[in-house]
Structures are given as structure tokens and as C-alpha cells.
Nanobody, 117 residues
Framework: QVQLVESGGGLVPPGGSLRLSCAAS????????MSWHRQAPGKERELVAG????????NYADSVKGRFTISRDNLKNTVYLQMNSLKPEDTAVYYC??????????WGQGTQVTVSS
């Protein structure tokens, strides 16, 4: 059974940092492109960052470039999102997504990130 379990969310003041983790199981982790998405209240879910199976390719939303870094550890079956210089507009539920093929897509349950003083 496929599982994606996010952790690391919380409340942080503006300018602070958080590191999200997504632990995967139930599929061949290195065969999946991994990505982080977020959804703020009243808004559609959006892509934040993505990384290829062996980590050679990454992409970021313009709004987080230079502040967020996605990485993965294929030995630990875990993908990370390091978030620095957080802003109130980064407040959202953050979701981890695994894509083995266009039809084999899995989502985690989400973790809340709140940026507020």
C-alpha cells in the first residue's frame, strides 16, 4: 500500500525557516518524480517545487525561487522541502506528491504551514 506521510509543518514568524519531510513507502521511490504543492484557503492547489527520480532536475514556482529548496534521499525514501525567508503568503497546507507515471500518482495528507507573527 502506497503511503506518503508529510511532517515538519507548524507556526513560524515571517523570515523564519521550516523543513518539511515526506516519507514514502509502498512503491519504488527512485522511479517517481516527487513534488511539493500547497493550497491556501480559498485558492487552488499549486505546484511549489519538483524533483526528478535521482535528483538531477528540479523546478520551482517563481514565488519561491531562491527561498525554497527541494531535495531527496533515495536511501531513506524521503523528499524534503527546505523553506527559508518565509512570508505570510506562504501560509497553506503543503502536500507531497509522487508521480511514477501519468496514471500512477499519489498524494500525502498534507501538513499545515502558518507564517505569522
Amino acid at each position: 500500500q502506497v503511503q506518503l506521510v508529510e511532517s515538519g509543518g507548524g507556526l513560524v514568524p515571517p523570515g523564519g525557516s521550516l523543513r518539511l519531510s515526506c516519507a514514502a513507502s509502498g512503491f519504488t521511490f527512485s522511479s517517481a518524480g516527487m513534488s511539493w504543492h500547497r493550497q491556501a484557503p480559498g485558492k487552488e492547489r499549486e505546484l511549489v517545487a519538483g524533483i526528478s527520480g535521482y535528483g538531477s532536475l528540479t523546478n520551482y514556482a517563481d514565488s519561491v525561487k531562491g527561498r525554497f529548496t527541494i531535495s531527496r534521499d533515495n536511501l531513506k525514501n524521503t523528499v524534503y522541502l527546505q523553506m527559508n525567508s518565509l512570508k505570510p503568503e506562504d501560509t497553506a497546507v503543503y502536500y507531497c506528491k509522487a508521480a511514477q507515471t501519468p496514471s500512477r500518482i499519489y498524494w500525502g495528507q498534507g501538513t499545515q504551514v502558518t507564517v505569522s507573527s
